[in-house]
């Protein structure tokens, strides 16, 4: 009963109803492996979408003899081509070099500097508390999402680190999560990922991609049966009131 009534008062945002949406990036890739469809049905609807890549991307290739700046300036090219597939021209890369070697609070600054910068209503980033993720760049850009989240709102603590003005976002959305708790349905949208994830050839061969599309096929149609819409994108989202002393809502 208590728990009814606090999601009554206190419910979980409708992720698919604002105008304005960020979509955070590990690496050059992971918005369009995790959200790729989720992108082309929010912009086929006329949205608003932004993508922050925040690390550089220069550690990790199909060819282990490229990397460094050759391929940091590859993976840039194939960002730009696959965020223009999905309707999204609106790209920022951040500088942090791939490979977690870096604060996370350096990030998280350099994230709400963003999020202030381009005033999203929702934000999604991957989700840092899955027990099995082991890849740290992940882990950190999650926790600075989440620690941004306490910053972008407040002008003084921008001017702490050096930005100016403030933004508070109306959801926090988590992907990569393995307790989604708000479902957009792709049904329509869903080759979006494959298209999107051929433009990164320096990642992924044919089989890769075949073996991403079906695990996600099988995830969108087990949130199928669990939400009566057809084929949807999984994720864990917080309203603002959900972020700070709300305990109850790590359940929900």
């Known amino acids: 009963m208590f728990r009814a009534i606090l999601k009554h008062v206190a419910p979980l945002p409708k992720l698919a109803s604002f105008d304005r949406?960020?979509?955070?990036?590990?690496?050059?890739?992971?918005?369009?492996?995790?959200?790729?469809?989720?992108?082309?049905?929010?912009?086929?609807?006329?949205?608003?979408?932004?993508f922050l890549i925040v690390t550089d991307g220069c550690m990790g290739a199909l060819d282990p003899k490229l990397f460094g700046d050759e391929l940091v300036r590859i993976r840039r090219e194939e960002s730009l081509a696959s965020a223009k597939l999905l309707g999204v021209t609106d790209v920022t890369f951040l500088t942090f070099q791939d490979g977690a070697q870096y604060a996370f609070e350096e990030a998280a600054a350099a994230i709400a500097k963003e999020i202030v910068r381009l005033k999203p209503q929702a934000v999604f980033a991957p989700d840092p508390n899955v027990i099995s993720e082991c890849h740290y760049d992940h882990i950190k850009v999650g926790m600075a999402a989440k620690m941004s989240m306490n910053m972008a709102p407040f002008e003084s603590v921008m001017q702490s680190v050096g930005g100016s003005g403030s933004h508070s976002v109306d959801a926090l959305a988590f992907y990569y999560t393995d307790r989604p708790n708000c479902y957009i349905p792709i049904k329509k949208t869903f080759s979006a990922r494959r298209d999107a994830l051929l433009q990164h050839k320096s990642q992924f061969d044919e089989q890769g991609i075949n073996d991403i599309c079906m695990y996600f096929?099988?995830?969108?149609?087990?949130?199928?049966?669990?939400?009566?819409?057809?084929?949807?994108?999984?994720?864990?989202?917080?309203?603002?009131?959900?972020?700070?002393c709300f305990p109850e809502a790590s359940e929900w």
């Open 217 to 244: 096929k099988l995830r969108s149609t087990r949130f199928a049966f669990r939400t009566f819409r057809g084929m949807c994108d999984g994720y864990r989202a917080l309203a603002p009131v959900h972020m700070h």
């Open 21 to 50: 949406y960020l979509f955070i990036g590990p690496h050059p890739d992971d918005i369009e492996v995790a959200c790729a469809p989720t992108v082309r049905a929010l912009t086929d609807a006329g949205r608003h979408v932004s």
